[in-house]
């Protein structure tokens, strides 16, 4: 088992930045590739950010490519989110996910709960 634990969110202005965690515990973390997911309300949950195992390979949504950038640090058992020039239309819940998955979106093992991110306009 992999327990995943999201951190960072909160209310940012447009323009600004956050920078999101998921912190892993259980298994080897470095077995795992890592996927960002959100869902705004109302919408689908929607693909954001790939990274894999050793982070020697990152994709990204086409809608937050050149903003936001996936990195992780495995000695931390950690991924991170960083996601500059906000928009409010990246408001959402953030989730992120780990499998053994090469497909960027899925199918993952383990989710996390999620973090809330609100940008104001």
Known sequence: QVQLVESGGGLVQAGGSLRLSC????????????GWFRQAPGKEREFVSFINW??????????????FTNSRDNAKNTVYLQMNSLK?????????????TAKREGPY?????????TVSP
């Open 88 to 100: 409010p239309e990246d408001t959402a819940v953030y989730s992120c996910a780990a499998g053994r």
């Open 109 to 117: 093992n383990y989710w996390g709960q999620g973090t809330q991110v």
């Open 23 to 34: 912190a892993a515990s259980g298994r080897t973390f470095t077995n795992y590739n890592v």
């Open 54 to 67: 050793n982070g020697g390979r990152t994709e990204y949504s086409d809608s937050v490519k050149g903003r």
